[in-house]
């Protein structure tokens, strides 16, 4: 029973791992309809950023979201303005895919170019302390990014709800024409929304960076499974993305101790595939899908 515990929980920390990298990745399709596949490199970017304030300045690694995320929202409102927004009235949609997968390419050979090929360590500042929870052992890292995950998901979800601004980029996912009537600057609100996406990636980055070692394909790693986690859970759903992103945190625990280390992503994307055979778009997409509009 013990291990069985120790396994669901290994499942529930990895799950929020997840969430928090998948969470600005699904904000910014639901509203911009852009698969950006640069995101795993905005959290390569965010990495590197923490490893230099934190070794060259000597800022505690969480104290460093102060300045990282406001820098990746700038990143992501720069991409937006001047890279996507230009190509949105193209007649082909897969222009922009092309344009975000030349963005990743440059920074992870800009990467290359700065640090070089070795691998960088964030001091973990006490983030791997070893906790001990009744039968439950975790690291006081991973608690961290489970509270975090779930307070960027319950924040954006009432910033959508409750604030005029997240109101009005509801509306634009929902109907961007009838939205431009209304008197919405919907150019603005793609703008906000793709900083806001790179500000959680940006967050994600801080909490990341203590416990796993950075480097140029550290965002390869993470966004792979992110875009699973986003599908899964219904394109632009947040609440489905932090749902998605526990079930297969857990397929992946569960897999790699009771099947095997080497067959855990074949556990994972062999779910993945069932499941977008049986439900296309997604388990949660229509109930938390960000196109629904509250009165």
Same mark, same amino acid.
């Given at each position: 029973?013990?291990?069985?515990?120790?396994?669901?929980?290994?499942?529930?920390?990895?799950?929020?791992?997840?969430?928090?990298?998948?969470?600005?990745?699904?904000?910014?399709?639901?509203?911009?309809?852009?698969?950006?596949?640069?995101?795993?490199?905005?959290?390569?970017?965010?990495?590197?950023?923490?490893?230099?304030?934190?070794?060259?300045?000597?800022?505690?690694?969480?104290?460093?979201?102060?300045?990282?995320?406001?820098?990746?929202?700038?990143?992501?409102?720069?991409?937006?303005?001047?890279?996507?927004?230009?190509?949105?009235?193209?007649?082909?949609?897969?222009?922009?895919?092309?344009?975000?997968?030349?963005?990743?390419?440059?920074?992870?050979?800009?990467?290359?170019?700065?640090?070089?090929?070795?691998?960088?360590?964030?001091?973990?500042?006490?983030?791997?302390?070893?906790?001990?929870?009744?039968?439950?052992?975790?690291? +006081? =890292?991973?608690?961290?990014?489970? !509270?975090?995950?779930?307070? /960027? %998901? *319950? &924040? $954006?979800?009432?910033?959508? #709800?409750?604030?005029?601004?997240?109101?009005?980029?509801?509306?634009?996912?929902?109907?961007?024409?009838?939205?431009?009537?209304?008197?919405?600057?919907?150019?603005?609100?793609?703008?906000?929304?793709?900083?806001?996406?790179?500000?959680?990636?940006?967050?994600?980055?801080?909490?990341?960076?203590?416990?796993?070692?950075?480097? +140029? =394909?550290?965002?390869?790693?993470? !966004?792979?499974?992110?875009? /699973? %986690? *986003? &599908? $899964?859970?219904?394109?632009? #759903?947040?609440?489905?993305?932090?749902?998605?992103?526990?079930?297969?945190?857990?397929?992946?625990?569960?897999?790699?101790?009771?099947?095997?280390?080497?067959?855990?992503?074949?556990?994972?994307?062999?779910?993945?595939?069932?499941?977008?055979?049986?439900?296309?778009?997604?388990?949660?997409?229509?109930?938390?899908?960000?196109?629904?509009?509250?009165?």
């Amino acid at each position: 029973m013990n291990t069985f515990l120790q396994v669901l929980t290994n499942g529930i920390m990895l799950g929020s791992l997840f969430a928090i990298v998948a969470v600005g990745l699904t904000l910014i399709f639901g509203i911009v309809k852009v698969v950006n596949f640069a995101h795993g490199e905005f959290l390569m970017v965010g990495m590197y950023l923490t490893y230099v304030l934190t070794t060259w300045m000597g800022i505690h690694p969480f104290a460093t979201v102060i300045l990282v995320a406001p820098a990746l929202f700038l990143l992501g409102a720069v991409t937006q303005r001047f890279l996507i927004q230009p190509l949105m009235s193209a007649d082909d949609d897969h222009i922009q895919i092309f344009a975000t997968v030349g963005l990743s390419t440059a920074l992870i050979n800009l990467a290359l170019l700065v640090f070089g090929a070795d691998i960088a360590s964030t001091p973990a500042s006490g983030l791997r302390t070893p906790l001990q929870l009744g039968p439950v052992r975790l690291l +006081s =890292g991973q608690v961290a990014i489970l !509270v975090a995950s779930i307070a /960027v %998901v *319950v &924040v $954006l979800q009432l910033f959508l #709800s409750r604030t005029q601004t997240g109101r009005a980029i509801r509306a634009v996912a929902q109907n961007r024409a009838a939205a431009q009537l209304m008197g919405i600057n919907v150019n603005w609100i793609y703008i906000l929304t793709f900083g806001i996406g790179a500000a959680c990636v940006g967050v994600a980055s801080v909490l990341i960076a203590p416990l796993y070692p950075t480097s +140029s =394909g550290i965002g390869t790693y993470f !966004v792979l499974t992110a875009f /699973v %986690v *986003v &599908v $899964l859970g219904g394109l632009g #759903s947040i609440g489905g993305a932090f749902a998605g992103a526990m079930i297969i945190g857990l397929i992946d625990s569960f897999a790699g101790f009771y099947i095997g280390s080497d067959l855990r992503e074949v556990a994972v994307f062999g779910v993945f595939l069932l499941i977008l055979i049986l439900k296309p778009s997604g388990l949660f997409s229509s109930r938390l899908n960000l196109s629904h509009v509250s009165p």
